[in-house]
């Protein structure tokens, strides 16, 4: 299952129209296995209001970059590998999104590779992007709103 471009632009406008109109839940809210098996299996979106969002990152091929401008992504692998780039300076950039800018490449950052159970946290306004993706890569990410 290739990602493409178009359905990751329509999720994140979802996120940021979603983030601007609704505050957090004020009570304990509990998603069940069966919805985050099935957010897991497509890559969706959990939760999105003006203080934090939660979603299930799916990968099976490299992404662009990503710079968040009111977010700090907290992300944490479940499942598979990938090469993750953090820093730099990133290329081709273009505003996607209220708050969200995508780019081309990454120049001078640091690549890490990330594997099952390793936590990462991107602060705010670094540019970050998945730049190798060995098999189906799964991970779990809270977007904490400034």
Not at 78 to 100: F, K, R
């Amino acid at each position: 299952m290739k990602t493409t471009p178009l359905p990751a632009l329509l999720i994140l406008a979802f996120l940021a129209t979603a983030a601007l109109a609704e505050p957090p839940p004020t009570a304990v809210v509990v998603y069940d296995h069966a919805k985050v098996d099935n957010a897991f299996a497509q890559g969706l979106p959990l939760a999105a209001n003006d203080s934090f969002k939660i979603s299930a990152g799916r990968r099976v091929v490299p992404g662009v970059v990503e710079i968040h401008e009111h977010d700090t992504d907290i992300l944490y692998v479940q499942e598979g590998s990938a090469t993750l780039v953090t820093g730099g300076t990133a290329a081709e950039t273009a505003p996607s999104a209220p708050g969200e800018i995508r780019g081309k490449s990454i120049t001078g950052g640091t690549a890490r590779h990330v594997v099952k159970g390793d936590i990462i946290v991107i602060p705010t306004g670094i540019p970050h992007q998945f730049t190798e993706v060995n098999g189906t890569f799964l991970y779990f990410v809270v977007k904490v709103t400034k």
